[in-house]
């Protein structure tokens, strides 16, 4: 039990960034977090999600107990049935008969034990991540040019370079720390920064050039980059002659795509063109960062390897200030590969179809039986659980019901299964309601174990909140039912720092220098070493391990031995980096007279995932607080579609509704949506019931970023929009999505159907299936009705409180979201006090914010314009002295200085 007050410094479960947190528990239980000022991700800044994580803590959804057919189970129970099931099926129908789904949500401790008891004691490889959707194809990228699945740079790279590429990355809102270091940098020395994307995402606030690249194109515009380089003498011919091999292939490939070929497959400018590749040739700090926008797609690793060629050819890998950096998306993505969490490989960086490191890690785990061949990788493996060759599955702290492409297809596999067992924190998502067993998992803040991040730093998460309920490590699970299946000795541990001492140690097998990852020097020690491990970036130094377990030792920073290949040595049989040829290939699926527009999925600032931790957080889901496609001007008006209201987005796979933002930001022929709503928060927005599930023939990545898809208006007969004291259950709308206030809820719906009685409506809406006891509802609703018009406004109040209103409208509701949510936190004295809400808009007493801008501090858009017109604050800095906005994760930047620019423009 931690004691009150008391502060843990731990690491943020979100993004790949890795930053440091300081959790503090107050004297009555409550948690405060901020932070690390000491952690050498972040330096204290924290984003808008990170800031809020005290917010996620709640039990009010959380798996507490272990269950078996949806009812309570006891733990001894549920794990021999677990480990029962599992036997028998591999005994009936071979180790390739059951399978792992696993997750860069898991710590490193919980990742090695998984993928120990199903490599080397079950006999199969049929163990894959979500990763895999994530940074598959970087892996596989870094393995044909480097010879191992190596970062050669680190962060603070992005400081030192002249020049930054950012390739398919929005580092604005999926990395806004690494974002905010950047932007720090630009200011203080005038860093030269390039967006290459198809969106003008907000990222490019801080770009001096944006590249609207047709989707798919890159391979195309690095190709021509390529050639450039060569052409016009930027060539580092003794690097290439002595350190790498394939050279005189690749760029004959590269040589194909003159600058017409390549400003029609991009679809840019010929000035374009020629300025980045300008930028690129005349500065040799540069450092090119991709992430899912290279990695999600048919040609995700050729796309790596094109821009990874471009580096080579120059020279410019493992110095400061330059290099190819792979961001990735999850806080132990990293920490996945590095303990062999994918289908094709094993712990360590060690090669599933290398003999010797079989042989090796075998020996080493005493196992009984290694698997040989890699195993299903992600889509692959849920089609193997389609067509019956998998029957038994374990998912773990993941929710493929949502995530993976073609998700109806996946939760109908999962349905079919015979055995499926899900271990979460969360007891109902999409992805539990299709298990047979469920097992309550700790959650972030209760359990311990270490992550890697994108820098290769290995950094502790530390418990500082008591389990709740029935909970356990997913470490603990694992190595219980691996015990139930009658491997005792191979998983008798007390706790995580066993596992860790015994994962550092495995990857000195077979190592001594021919592999990038080698952590053996923070093997033996205790646990209090253990506990005391402070942020360390691999390579480690042996000078430098026992001061990464000094509890007052200073975090180690980066130095020359934190970068690889400064010295030209790579880890492939010759020691030379491998060029690789790249030619550009279409989309497999290309858009049709049917199908006529490319979808283009993502994530937003202030969530995460499928918004199983950040939808319980009212100040996250006040900046967008339900699913919406964005689509340009002349898309829209040929469309038919209107701001603010619904539309279908359809593919051959399925069909989703979102609310249409109509924007100049989205490219011509393309829309995007985002992938963060479930089930559990709207009714027909999961979008990857309608991505494609096509994947990159090398890395097994699926197509995140190219779905040909159609749009048509969907048929609203109404609008509605309320806010409510308690959730509300069994909507029978055709559209309807749902987000946490501070005091309640708010409720987006509409139908293509008329209602027939409001007021029942409003009455069923007002007291749920299952009421609170407590809540004594006004028998006599008041309201406003205008038949002819078709607006109806009601409001339910218990004594002096809101308990619901509800606002109709024939047109999408134009009712201030931010203002009616916090009626439910105020006290209505008075009958004309309860009336004056009918009026649909704040008084003079009550000045409405406007729409979330900034997260960290709830300031909204009408307040920042306020500033402006009444208070001179014309700039972001100013703006930030004035209301803070912008001052903390610093994501909300793009965003103010748009609306200054607005004000500006208006007056």
């Not at 798919?216 to 450039?228: E, Q, S």
């Not at 909204?860 to 903390?888: E, F, P, R, W, Y």
Request: with cysteine; hydrophobic share 35%; aromatic share 8%.
């Amino acid at each position: 039990m931690v004691t009150s007050s008391q502060t843990t410094c731990t690491t943020c479960p979100y993004c790949g960034v890795g930053c440091g947190v300081l959790a503090t528990v107050q004297d009555d239980a409550s948690v405060s977090v901020a932070g690390d000022p000491d952690h050498p991700a972040n330096f204290g800044r924290l984003c808008s999600k990170g800031s809020a994580l005290a917010e996620t803590l709640s039990l009010d959804d959380r798996l507490l107990e272990p269950m078996i057919n949806g009812h309570n189970s006891q733990w001894n129970t549920a794990l021999d049935l677990v480990a029962d099931k599992f036997s028998k099926t591999i005994s009936e129908h071979g180790p390739d008969s059951v399978a792992f789904y696993v997750s860069g949500q898991l710590l490193t401790e919980d990742y090695y034990v998984a993928n120990k008891l199903m490599k080397g004691f079950i006999g199969s490889a049929n163990i894959d991540t979500n990763s895999r959707v994530c940074m598959a194809s970087s892996v596989a990228g870094h393995k044909r040019a480097f010879g191992t699945d190596t970062v050669p740079g680190c962060y603070e790279d992005l400081e030192q370079a002249d020049v930054v590429v950012l390739a398919g990355s929005n580092l604005a809102w999926c990395h806004p720390v690494l974002y905010q270091r950047l932007a720090t940098a630009k200011a203080q020395r005038g860093t030269k920064v390039v967006v290459i994307d198809p969106r003008r995402t907000a990222t490019c606030d801080i770009a001096d050039l944006h590249l609207s690249i047709a989707p798919g194109a890159d391979v195309a515009l690095f190709n021509g980059l390529l050639a450039h380089l060569d052409e016009n003498d930027f060539a580092n011919e003794t690097y290439v002659e002595n350190h790498t091999t394939g050279f005189h292939a690749a760029l004959a490939e590269a040589q194909k795509y003159d600058l017409e070929t390549i400003a029609k497959i991009t679809g840019l400018s010929h000035q374009d063109i020629k300025t980045f590749y300008k930028l690129f040739a005349e500065h040799e700090r540069t450092v090119s960062v991709y992430s899912q926008g290279i990695n999600q797609s048919t040609s995700g690793t050729d796309k790596v390897n094109a821009i990874i060629n471009c580096h080579l050819l120059t020279g410019r890998i493992g110095k400061p200030g330059m290099g190819p950096f792979s961001v990735t998306g999850q806080p132990n993505a990293m920490g996945g590969r590095e303990v062999g969490g994918l289908a094709n490989q094993l712990a360590g960086h060690m090669e599933l179809n290398n003999p010797r490191h079989r042989d090796s890690l075998r020996a080493f785990w005493n196992a009984p039986a290694m698997a040989h061949k890699p195993g299903h990788l992600a889509v692959d493996l849920f089609r193997a659980v389609a067509d019956g060759r998998i029957k038994a599955l374990w998912i773990m702290a993941t929710n493929p019901v949502d995530s993976l492409p073609q998700a109806d297809e996946v939760r109908d596999a999962i349905d079919t299964c015979p055995f499926v067992v899900v271990s979460d924190v969360s007891k109902k998502t999409d992805t539990t309601a299709c298990a047979d067993v469920l097992l309550p998992a700790t959650a972030w803040g209760e359990k311990d174990g270490t992550v890697t991040n994108s820098e290769r730093r290995i950094s502790r998460q530390r418990a500082f909140l008591s389990s709740p309920g029935n909970t356990k490590p997913d470490w603990w699970i694992i190595t219980q039912v691996a015990k139930r299946m009658g491997y005792e000795t191979g998983f008798d541990y007390r706790g995580p720092a066993d596992i860790f001492d015994e994962y550092t140690r495995s990857t000195a097998l077979e190592n001594n220098g021919t592999r990038d990852f080698d952590i053996s020097g923070l093997s033996g020690h205790d646990e209090q070493a253990y506990n005391n491990l402070k942020p360390t970036i691999w390579p480690v130094p042996a000078t430098q391990t026992t001061a990464q377990t000094d509890p007052q030792a200073a975090p180690q920073t980066p130095t020359t031995t934190s970068r690889f290949f400064a010295d030209g040595r790579f880890y492939t049989p010759d020691g030379k980096a491998r060029f690789i040829t790249t030619p550009y290939r279409e989309p497999q699926t290309k858009v049709s007279p049917t199908y006529p527009l490319v979808l283009n999925t993502g994530r937003i600032r202030d969530q995460w995932h499928t918004m199983t931790r950040t939808g319980k957080s009212p100040r996250l889901m006040g900046h967008i607080g339900e699913p919406f496609v964005e689509v340009h001007p002349h898309d829209a008006a040929s469309l038919e579609l209107t701001p603010a209201s619904l539309c279908e987005i359809t593919s051959k796979h399925g069909t989703v509704i979102a609310r249409t933002l109509i924007t100049q930001h989205q490219r011509k022929g393309s829309v995007f949506a985002p992938m963060h709503w479930s089930d559990q928060y709207a009714s027909r927005a999961r979008i990857d019931t309608v991505v494609s599930n096509e994947t990159d023939p090398v890395s097994g990545q699926p197509e995140s970023k190219y779905t040909p898809v159609a749009i048509k208006p969907w048929p609203a007969r109404w609008y509605g929009f309320a806010v409510l004291a308690q959730k509300p259950e069994n909507l029978k709308v055709g559209y309807w999505a749902l987000a946490r206030s501070n005091a309640g809820w708010c409720l987006e719906m509409a139908h293509s159907q008329p209602c027939p009685d409001w007021n029942e409506f409003a009455q069923q809406l007002f007291n749920p299936s299952q009421p609170d006891q407590d809540i004594n509802i006004t028998p006599e609703l008041l309201a406003y009705r205008d038949q002819a018009q078709g607006n109806f406004r009601f409001l339910a109040f218990n004594a002096d409180k809101l308990h619901g209103a509800l606002f109709i409208s024939p047109q999408p509701v134009a009712v201030s979201r931010n203002w009616a949510a916090g009626l439910l936190v105020e006290s209505f004295a008075t009958p004309a006090e309860k009336l004056k809400i009918l009026a649909a808009r704040p008084g003079a007493d009550q000045p409405d914010p406007g729409a979330i801008v900034c997260s960290c501090f709830s300031v909204g858009t009408n307040q920042i314009a306020d500033a402006a017109k009444t208070k001179g604050c014309m700039s972001v800095d100013d703006i930030g002295a004035t209301l803070g906005a912008g001052t903390n994760c610093g994501s909300c930047r793009p965003e103010i200085k748009k609306i200054l620019g607005q004000v500006a423009k208006a007056s």
